[in-house]
Nanobody
Framework: QVQLVESGGGVVQAGGSLRLSCVASGRTTSPNAMGWIRRAPGSEGELVAAIRWSGTTTSYADSVKGRFTISKDNAKNTMYLQMNSLKPEDTAVYYC????????????WGQGTQVTVSS
């Protein structure tokens, strides 16, 4: 079993920055990838960014390209999401998730952390 714990959410003004962290514990050996998914009230979930656990391949939603950066520290089993130039439309609950095998859905999810961007 794997546990994912997010932190770093909060309230920030538009144009500000936040850094989210996700610590993985338990049976975390060699997942395929990890990602950040956000869900705003009344909206479908959006995969904001993902990163391969081996190597440095990353991908981003068009809505955050150039503003968000995903990174990881394998030794600490930790993933990060640096969010700059935040906009009110970035307001959502951000979830950390782990994908064990390529091409499959995310297998484990964190409890989520709220990000609120005020205008």
């Amino acid at each position: 079993q794997v546990q994912l714990v997010e932190s770093g959410g909060g309230v920030v003004q538009a144009g500000g920055s936040l850094r989210l962290s996700c610590v993985a514990s338990g049976r975390t050996t060699s997942p395929n990838a990890m990602g950040w998914i956000r869900r705003a009230p009344g909206s479908e979930g959006e995969l904001v960014a993902a990163i391969r656990w081996s190597g440095t391949t990353t991908s981003y939603a068009d809505s955050v390209k150039g503003r968000f950066t995903i990174s990881k520290d394998n030794a600490k089993n930790t993933m990060y999401l640096q969010m700059n130039s935040l906009k009110p439309e970035d307001t959502a609950v951000y979830y950390c998730a782990m994908q064990l095998r390529f091409g499959e859905s995310f297998d484990y999810w964190g409890q989520g952390t709220q990000v609120t961007v005020s205008s």
